[in-house]
């Protein structure tokens, strides 16, 4: 059990690193909102790891940003980051985390499953990105939600797609080799 718990913990590790990569393969079409990899590394984890490690894989890495490490978009970190006009994006990553885990369930995932629990993620993700862009830079909502999410719909849309199908097809891998830890195993680990 514990041996497990500690193997989830590095895969949170990985997956923080994962984020942080991503983070940096970035366009920047406007300059106050980057267009990066992030909503796919999120989802990915979350998909995998599940909702315990997947929000923990998210902490460590707003953590790590907010401490100094450049790990945000851009080569960027510190607390103006995250009070900024981008901040609520990465605010929003924790409770995306939360609330797709509690959606996703691994005996019974499919593509579409994983996919529909993106989109909620994803929601929320713009919800508290572009009301934290409207306070910071003084926008209307019209133009915090034309500058902060109408860009990124498509794009994101297709990221999460792709995670979708990869983060299936990597669990349905796992389990198959027997890499995977059971439901039943999960549960009494959550209990511990």
Known sequence: MQSQRLKMMLL???????????????????????FTMQNFAIALAVIIL???YGTLAVLLYILLGAIGVPVFAQFKSGAAVLIGPTG?????????????G?????????????FLANVVGLV?????????LKL??????????????????APDLLKIALASYVGVLVIRRLKAA????SHA????????
């Open 136 to 153: 910071v830079a003084h926008l209307t909502w019209n133009k915090a939600i034309a500058l902060g999410m109408t860009p990124f719909i």
């Open 12 to 34: 949170s590790a990985l997956f923080c690193a994962i984020i942080s990569v991503c983070a940096q393969l970035s366009i920047s079409f406007l300059p106050m909102v980057p």
């Open 124 to 132: 929320i993700i713009y919800a508290f990105g572009v009301a934290q």
């Open 178 to 181: 027997g890499l995977m830890p």
């Open 88 to 100: 609520g994006y990465l605010i929003g990553y924790i409770a995306a985390a939360l609330v797709m």
């Open 102 to 114: 509690m959606m996703l369930k691994r005996d019974n995932l499919t593509v579409v499953r994983a």
């Open 185 to 192: 195993q999960s549960k009494a680990e959550h209990a511990a």
């Open 50 to 52: 599940g909702q315990r």
